[in-house]
Nanobody
Framework: QVQLVESGGGLVQAGGSLRLSCAAS????????MGWYRQSPGKQRELVAT???????NTADSVKGRFTISRDNAKNTVYLQMNSLKPEDTAVYYC??????????????????WGQGTLVTVSS
């Protein structure tokens, strides 16, 4: 079984910083893209940033210049460094990964996996 576990959310004042982490565990052969998404109350889930296995990134315009995504392939972990936080960044942040999982009998299965979410609250 494969799972993503996020950490690092919390309450911060506007202008502050937080660093989110997301570690993938389980029977994993390889991980392709990893990313962060967020969802605010009453809004649809939106992309924050993604990163490929070789480090190419894509960042939403709303956070560009403030948020940085990175990953440690040896640890199957993706990070989101969030600086200059604004109240409108308040949301539940979800980690996402596209990966090849090892299944019983030696086969492989391509999965899209989501974390449980971590709450980020930015006070004004």
């Amino acid at each position: 079984q494969v799972q993503l576990v996020e950490s690092g959310g919390g309450l911060v004042q506007a202008g502050g910083s937080l660093r989110l982490s997301c570690a993938a565990s389980g029977s994993i052969s390889s991980i392709n893209d990893m990313g962060w998404y967020r969802q605010s109350p009453g809004k649809q889930r939106e992309l924050v940033a993604t990163i490929t296995s070789v480090g190419s990134t894509n960042t939403a315009d709303s956070v560009k210049g403030r948020f940085t995504i990175s990953r440690d392939n040896a640890k199957n972990t993706v990070y989101l460094q969030m600086n200059s936080l604004k109240p409108e960044d308040t949301a539940v942040y979800y980690c996402n990964a596209d990966l090849w999982a090892i299944v019983i009998a030696g086969g492989y299965r391509y999965l899209e996996v989501w974390g449980q979410g971590t709450l980020v609250t930015v006070s004004s």
